[in-house]
């Protein structure tokens, strides 16, 4: 008998980590519908076989197409890759609440809102994993990653209550904290890095700040690394709550064993 084919919906997959996942899945036999705003940058994955579809996470419109479209094509998803997001990086006092809430918005609302859409239907044949990407900036805060950081928080939250009222449904929720991965995210947080420099009470702070993350990200590790992890994590027979993979990522085990004074010296002595 052949085995039936598993299909997967992977959002933010035009680049960095949702593309290497897209990539290493279609190549172990998954059927993957890739979703992003820009559909262009996914015409390698389409050429491999992938669905793509265009989606603007944060429109309940461009949510509700795709939902519609999965399910009238491919019936109910075996599992939903929660990837697409962003980051900026700067002093909460200096930045604007309007980037703190297009951080939310993607981050945290998107996500949510796409896996609302989707549940009923996982519910109803009693089968599902969804694979939320959170950061191991989810676990801990440093200087100038506050707002980005607590819509991690908000993921990590949200994942493990979703875990344990979808787990009478059969439905599993497993949690991806990456460390440092090479996707272009650090050029998107230099330039809101250099933006609060300009701030001369945070000049020096974001300058300590910014060294630190370039020297990091200097050795950041291939977004494949990550999507190794999506995949044990989707195949596992009983998965994980969790999974921390690349560059300092062992900073989360470190922060939990440390005394909260003694973790905050650490990181003042770095970054401010």
């Not at 009238?72 to 697409?84: K, P, T």
């Not at 996982?122 to 805060?141: E, P, T």
């Not at 440093?142 to 928080?153: D, H, L, N, V």
């Amino acid at each position: 008998m052949t085995k039936q084919q598993r299909t997967v919906l992977i959002t933010g997959a035009s680049s960095g980590i949702g593309k290497a996942t897209a990539q290493l899945l279609l190549l172990h036999g998954w059927k993957v519908i890739a979703a992003a705003r820009r559909t262009d940058a996914m015409t390698d994955l389409c050429a491999s076989g992938a669905e793509i579809f265009p989606l603007d996470i944060t429109d309940i419109q461009s949510r509700q197409s795709l939902v519609t479209h999965v399910h009238e094509q491919f019936g109910v998803l075996d599992a939903l890759v929660n990837n697409a997001g962003f980051g900026e990086v700067g002093p909460i006092e200096t930045m604007p609440i309007q980037t703190a809430q297009s951080l939310f918005e993607v981050n945290v609302f998107g996500l949510i809102g796409l896996t609302q859409m989707l549940l009923p239907e996982m519910r109803k044949h009693g089968k599902g994993r969804i694979i939320n990407v959170s950061s191991i900036a989810g676990r801990f805060v440093t200087p100038g990653s506050g707002w980005y950081a607590a819509s991690k928080y908000a993921v990590e939250a949200l994942s493990d209550a979703l875990r344990l009222e979808l787990h009478q449904f059969g439905i599993q929720v497993v949690i991806i904290e990456p460390g440092l991965i090479a996707t272009g995210f650090e050029n998107v947080a230099k330039a809101s890095m250099l933006e609060a420099q300009s701030d001369p009470a945070w000049t020096a702070m974001m300058k300590k700040v910014e060294q630190n993350w370039m020297e990091g990200f200097r050795r950041a590790s291939p977004a494949d690394v990550v999507a190794k992890t999506i995949r044990k994590a989707l195949e596992a027979r009983a998965p994980h709550a969790r999974y921390r993979c690349g560059h300092r990522s062992e900073s989360v085990v470190i922060q939990k064993l440390l005394p909260t004074n003694v973790w905050d010296s650490i990181i003042r002595s770095q970054m401010i």
